[in-house]
């Protein structure tokens, strides 16, 4: 068949990831288009993927397009979701209480952000039904939320009227002459990401009072459409506010604080108070340790959150005190392969606790501590097979530190120790925002951690690393986060400074995943975020940081245990 030229069809097609194809007028908005099928998903649909470009549902299909809907029990869908829900309490928070400033502090793990209310007293129980009753008529009106971009210094001059000093901060450093702003009625707000087209979507909310704050609470991604109940993370909460008190003390409560700290040249400053509390923090707890003679001590926490690092400081500071504990290593109980459990996708799943000898661990633990000579296994991990170890017998009080990601779950270790048991529980705990209403992930910060940890360590790509990630959110999200309560003491291993420290070697990562690629999207959204941070000499942080377990050159890298 010639080629030729002709006119424009007036109708441009849409082709969905299951074959299907859906027609319509060119330029139609694709929210339009999907309407058509938004009951074929287990989920609502918020944004969609266009050639592999996340757009919002107001984008106009001009042209032949791949599309993949984003749907609320996704990452980015559940993202867009809860940024849009913050939007809208901000408005309806503004409406009611003219008078209060709304910070949208951190997450918790039962699905909600913890909001703290400042310049008028918080908020009674009374004030909080108010507040949830105006937003749900603001949801039942279905208000459009718009969406435009202004020059930089407009903006500037919008907030600084408002008296947001926070966002006047950080949108000064900003590298682009202009800024996209949503819009509520006559209302702005910069929202970093994507949001859905109206306050219609946000129908799945509630508001809880919380040690002094509240929770916007929202629907996790495996139940999009339902509230888990309250959990209660009275330990959690009060490490989040400990770090908000380190913020504090560092004069940098914002992302904009710091930017402007590192451009006055305060950068080594920054560095060396923060380190200074952490290795505060680290001797608190080996002064706990000591005080309760603990015989086992529990160390776990999520991916890339410096649990090595940290125990390595922590067994420093006991060995400071007088106290030597032997590491056991949980990696060396691994069952044979041929008995490790399987997980739904039928893979070997040895994050499972099962995939553990946790009966011949008991054994051990209780003859170790009974001052018995034990073999303890050792791990072949290229047969898959347990073989025999060294042969070991404890000092008299000689104690046991274990790492690993099974540390706060009460079955690993036999009730007859867990009394004896001291347990730590490590986390990035970030509670550094953008601005007051544009809450720093701690799993972005985390993610970014393991990039440069990996492309330096493993010689993965930021492609590579971002395929596993959902894996291992999994596995925490199992194993991990329903025990962290469990814990004796938290120890938030962020650093104030660390993604001005992380910027420099992640950004070169990320450009390099390639458009076609799925991990694209998550790339081009970590690399939006790190713009808005300025770089930070990475050799003014010192040797033994918790950063130089990802950075490199940590002087604990190959620190051991003295076994003699």
């Not at 979701?81 to 003219?98: H, K, M, Q, T």
């Not at 051990?364 to 073989?387: A, C, H, T, W």
Request: glycine letters at 6%; aromatic letters at 10%.
């Amino acid at each position: 068949m010639p080629i030729k030229f002709v006119k424009p069809n007036k109708q441009v097609e849409l082709h969905l990831p299951d074959g299907r194809v859906l027609s319509g007028p060119r330029g139609t908005q694709v929210g339009e288009f999907l309407h058509r099928v938004k009951d074929d998903f287990g989920a609502p649909i918020v944004a969609a993927i266009i050639n592999n470009e996340i757009h919002e549902l107001t984008y106009l299909v001009e042209i032949e397009s791949h599309c993949i809907p984003v749907t609320m029990d996704g990452a980015d869908g559940a993202r867009i979701y809860r940024r849009s829900l913050v939007f809208l309490i901000e408005i309806a928070f503004a409406d009611l209480f003219p008078k209060g400033k709304l910070t949208i502090d951190h997450s918790v793990s039962s699905g909600g952000f913890y909001c703290q209310v400042t310049e008028r007293d918080a908020l009674t129980q009374s004030e909080l039904d108010s507040l949830k009753s105006y937003m749900q008529k603001l949801v039942n009106e279905d208000h459009p939320l718009g969406r435009k971009q202004v020059p930089i210094q407009d903006a500037i001059q919008y907030f600084k009227a408002l008296g947001y000093e926070d966002k006047v901060r950080l949108f000064s450093h900003r590298q682009k002459d202009y800024l996209t702003l949503y819009s509520f009625g006559e209302r702005m707000d910069y929202l970093h990401g994507y949001m859905v087209p109206s306050t219609g979507y946000l129908r799945w909310f509630d508001l809880n009072l919380t040690n002094g704050g509240f929770t916007l609470q929202f629907p996790r991604r495996h139940a999009p459409t339902h509230l888990e109940p309250m959990g209660d993370y009275p330990k959690l909460l009060n490490t989040f506010r400990q770090y908000g008190d380190w913020l504090t003390r560092l004069d940098i409560d914002n992302v904009g604080a710091l930017n402007d700290a590192i451009q006055s040249g305060r950068a080594d400053e920054i560095v060396l108070v923060s380190e200074a509390l952490h290795e505060q923090n680290v001797g608190d707890i080996a002064q706990q340790i000591a005080q309760k003679n603990s015989r086992i001590i529990l160390i776990a926490g999520p991916s890339s959150s410096g649990k090595t690092t940290t125990s390595r400081r922590l067994a420093i500071q006991l060995l400071a005190r007088g106290i030597s504990p032997f590491p056991l290593e949980l990696d060396n109980y691994f069952v044979d392969r041929a008995r490790t459990p399987l997980d739904e996708d039928g893979k070997t799943d040895f994050e499972s606790l099962e995939a553990l000898d946790i009966t011949r661990l008991a054994e051990d633990i209780e003859k170790l501590l009974s001052g018995d000579k034990v073999q303890l296994p050792r791990y072949n991990f290229k047969s898959g097979m347990s073989e025999a170890g060294d042969l070991i017998q404890l000092k008299d009080g000689q104690p046991l530190i274990l790492e690993g990601i099974h540390g706060m779950n009460p079955r690993l270790i036999s009730d007859r120790w867990a009394g004896a048991a001291f347990r730590v529980y490590v986390s990035a705990l970030t509670q550094l925002n953008l601005d007051r209403h544009n809450r720093v992930s701690t799993t972005d910060t985390r993610l970014i951690r393991r990039m440069v940890r990996d492309a330096r360590e493993r010689g993965y790509s930021a492609t590579q690393t971002i395929s596993r990630w959902e894996s291992v959110r999994r596995g925490e999200k199992r194993h991990i986060f329903p025990y962290q309560e469990n814990a004796d003491v938290m120890f938030n291993s962020a650093l104030v400074y660390e993604l001005a420290a992380l910027k420099p070697l992640a950004e070169p990562l990320l450009r390099q995943v390639q458009h076609r690629a799925p991990e694209y999207i998550e790339a081009r959204r970590l690399l939006a975020f790190l713009e808005w941070f300025l770089p930070l000499d990475t050799s003014l942080i010192p040797a033994n940081s918790i950063m130089r377990e990802f950075l490199g050159g940590s002087s604990l890298k190959d620190f051991k245990i003295w076994r003699g």
